[in-house]
């Protein structure tokens, strides 16, 4: 069945970097536009960055953009948030999410925690 | 940025009740909205689409409307399960952005 998985999330010091990954299977990547969204502790979603079918195109929220960079890797079915410059405030769960007009299809989230 | 303002933040209400959810935008989202539903320790569910759609496999009480800058989601009779979350987004313009949530909770 369709399904995507998110992986890479744990513990990083602020400063530091963490890459998550989100590996789609059960449909074709390369045909939809893949976004991230996040949830702090007992808060609301927060949408992150999107990147469009085909690559030509990616967007970020102003909370994150020129420290987070979305990527794709459609022969591995696969989509990548590097994060840069990690901040306490980037603690949540992350969630990567299929969608064009709306977002269909979301995995159960990986967790990531800025702390020293 | 579009900033997506929901009413009221908690909403008490018994089985078999009428639910009715606002969303309000700062500027017109034309009619780019959808709405999700998230339980506690679970991803966000798509209920709703370009305001009025529903997504598949979502059931009839469900129903979406509005445009420009009011919308509004309502759940014809409660259920247990629709107890959660709900969340309205819209893609309208970028950055993308998300209301606060409306929880229904058991009155």
């Not at chain 1, 994150?64 to 979305?70: E, M, N, P, S």
């Not at chain 1, 994060?83 to 992350?94: G, H």
């Amino acid at each position: 069945q369709e399904q995507v998985v998110e992986s890479g999330g744990g513990v990083v010091q602020p400063g530091r970097s963490l890459r998550l990954s989100c590996a789609a299977s059960g449909f074709t990547l390369s045909s939809f536009g893949m976004h991230w969204v996040r949830q702090a502790p007992g808060k609301g979603l927060e949408w992150v960055a999107v990147i469009w079918y085909d690559g030509s195109n990616k967007y970020y929220a102003d909370s994150v953009k020129g420290r987070f960079t979305i990527s794709r890797d459609d022969f591995r079915s696969t989509v990548h948030l590097q994060m840069n410059s990690l901040r306490a405030e980037d603690t949540a769960v992350y969630y990567c999410a299929r969608g064009a007009t709306r977002l269909d299809l979301w995995g159960q989230g990986t967790v990531v925690i800025v702390s020293s | 940025e579009i900033v997506l303002t929901q009413s009221p933040a908690t909403l008490s209400l018994s089985p078999g009740e009428r639910a009715t959810l606002s969303c309000r935008a700062s500027q017109s989202v034309s009619g780019y909205l959808a709405w999700y539903q998230q339980k506690p320790g679970q991803a966000p569910r798509l209920l709703i689409y370009d305001a009025s759609t529903r997504a598949t496999g979502i059931p009839t009480r469900f129903s979406g409307s509005g445009s420009e800058t009011d919308f509004t989601l309502t759940i014809s009779s409660l259920e247990p399960e629709d107890f959660a979350v709900y969340y309205c987004h819209q893609r309208s313009t970028w950055p993308q952005t998300f209301g606060q949530g409306t929880k229904v909770e058991i009155k």
